[in-house]
């Protein structure tokens, strides 16, 4: 097979063939900003996943002739012209007789979406196959949360969806060149972590498709990430491309766009107007911020108080970096086995090189972890984060390297509820202190594992699961994110209400209780005081 090959994917191209990428921003122009700046719905995501209930041009022209007349009345002409999506009730109820592993598996068919219909016009991309969104105001699938949701499908037998979640993402790199932040247009000029190597991992494990099935798939977000890093001199940068003092080139986060991101742009205007940086700067650092996943954190803030002192573009990430080391170690071991053996042998450099490069500029022997590297400043950040655990993740450590980092874990980011994501507490930033995160647990534990730090790790699943299950005990539900303390409080944070659902959570956890058959989290049940209904359909 070559890059130019028919694709092995069931793809009814008929069906996604309306994909419409303009972005609601571009569409609607004044009339967006009037909604979105008015305030007309309380969360700016409501409007951008609005779909028009006749064509976007006539609805524009009849916003023009009318706005100025006396009386005009906002909000009745976007409810007259659009139709708000509506989170069905279902009728799932939390049983108080499941356990946390049922309790999961019921929740896979709920967060499950059939795309047989596509709303004409709308912001969502269509897809070719049912697909799992995280839950709450999450309605569309995302890039890295995927990853984690699917080992939770995996754990429970739901190989179909999985293939059918496989063929989505290959669809979405053949069609785009990479995978979008989520299946919006409003998302197509970012991506997300980029996880699909991983993916290809679990999909041969559990018998979806072989690995090598994915191989142009892979290069082509390969393209994508490195895209004119070759043609870099030292101190120069192109999209998502760093090129460093000794000419190593390593990679950052970006955004195609400098505006506000549309579902959160009243946020970010009033974000920029706290700046006297140029507002076009904060935005896009606002949204190489979101490509990361890590939206917000006090890892990319110049001031940890401040989110107008945003500099995600300035800043070398470890985890982005690690992930396309094995991107790129993935690439060469497919095509060593498919005997293209000069493509094998071009990304065994490229690996090669990613990690002498990340030894050099990312790993601090005198602190014994990995830190993110501020290119523009020419030094390292002095911020730990849970990220210093990738390396281990993807096995790019050495074994002196891995036991100095669980060291520093073990010292400064274990929490009582699991691994804390940063050290940094009261930035009112959800990507910090005391907030902590599904896919992070994942990813420190494996890590861990790998090197046989099994202690630690087992410390930090063990502490994860406890968590999970008091306020799944409580309040019969698991949600997007945890307050890393034995109270089962409410994790608070972020531009927006803790969202229950909640995909990455149910994978994670349902992943980590098969492998820990022992832990008490397999003994508690939904709402010990009273079984509470699902939230409309996106969370039970």
């Not at 990430?225 to 030292?234: A, I």
């Not at 945003?310 to 071991?333: A, M, S, W």
């Not at 849970?386 to 074994?399: G, H, Q, Y």
């Not at 010292?411 to 009112?428: K, N, V």
Request: net charge negative; glycine share 6%.
């Amino acid at each position: 097979m070559t890059d130019t090959d028919p694709s092995p994917f069931d793809y009814d191209t008929h069906a996604v063939s309306a994909a419409d990428t303009l972005t609601p921003a571009d569409r609607y122009q004044e009339l967006f900003v009037a909604v979105q700046t008015q305030r007309v719905f309380p969360d700016s995501k409501t409007f951008v996943d609005c779909a028009p209930r006749q064509h976007p041009e006539r609805i524009l022209e009849a916003y023009r002739a009318r706005n100025q007349e006396p009386g005009f009345d906002l909000k009745c002409f976007v409810h007259e012209h659009f139709e708000v999506y509506q989170r069905k009730p279902t009728e799932f109820v939390a049983d108080p007789d499941n356990t946390l592993s049922e309790h999961i598996d019921r929740l896979w068919p709920v967060l499950t979406r059939q795309p047989r219909k596509h709303p004409e016009f709308s912001s969502l991309l269509p897809l070719p196959h049912d697909y799992v969104v995280p839950g709450g105001r999450f309605t569309e699938m995302y890039y890295w949360d995927s990853y984690f949701t699917m080992l939770g499908l995996d754990e429970s037998g739901h190989c179909e969806l999985l293939r059918s979640m496989a063929d989505n993402f290959a669809y979405l790199i053949d069609t785009y060149g990479h995978v979008p932040n989520g299946n919006r247009s409003y998302y197509l000029s970012r991506s997300q972590p980029p996880v699909f190597a991983l993916m290809t991992d679990l999909f041969e494990e559990s018998g979806v498709h072989k690995a090598h099935d994915y191989l142009p798939q892979l290069r082509k977000e390969h393209a994508f990430w490195t895209e004119g890093g070759d043609q870099l001199r030292p101190g120069e940068t192109h999209r998502r491309c760093v090129c460093l003092a000794d000419g190593s080139v390593l990679n950052r986060y970006w955004d195609e766009r400098d505006t506000p991101r549309e579902e959160s742009y009243l946020e970010d205007v009033e974000t920029a107007r706290s700046s006297s940086r140029p507002a076009h700067e904060v935005y896009r650092d606002l949204r190489a911020g979101a490509e990361s996943g890590w939206d917000f954190s006090s890892r990319w803030l110049g001031d940890p108080q401040r989110l107008s002192s945003i500099r995600t573009t300035k800043i070398v990430p470890i985890d982005l970096n690690c992930f396309l080391y094995h991107l790129e170690r993935q690439i060469c071991r497919l095509s060593e086995a498919k005997g293209w053996h000069s493509c094998a042998e071009e990304f065994r450099q490229r690996a090669q090189a990613r990690i002498a490069a990340i030894n050099r500029y990312l790993w601090s022997e005198q602190q014994g972890a990995y830190f993110d590297y501020d290119w523009s400043l020419g030094q390292p950040r002095d911020n730990l984060t849970a990220a210093t655990l990738t390396p281990l993740f993807v096995k790019l450590a050495s074994e002196q390297q891995a036991a100095r980092v669980a060291d520093v874990v073990r010292d400064r980011l274990l929490a009582p509820g699991g691994l804390s994501t940063t050290e940094m507490s009261g930035t009112g930033e959800q990507w910090d202190r005391p907030n902590g995160w599904a896919p992070l647990q994942w990813i420190g534990i494996r890590g861990l594992q790998y090197y046989g730090h099994d202690a630690l790790a087992l410390q930090i699943e063990e502490r994860w699961l406890k968590i999970v299950s008091l306020l799944y005990e409580r309040d019969s539900k698991l949600v997007e994110k945890y307050v890393l303390r034995p109270s089962a409080e409410h994790a608070g944070g972020g531009e927006y209400p803790l969202q229950d659902g909640f995909g990455w959570t149910n994978g994670v956890t349902r992943k980590l209780m098969q492998e820990d058959p022992t832990h008490e989290a397999h003994r508690c049940r939904a709402g010990r005081c009273r079984p509470e209904r699902a939230d409309s359909g996106d969370q039970g």
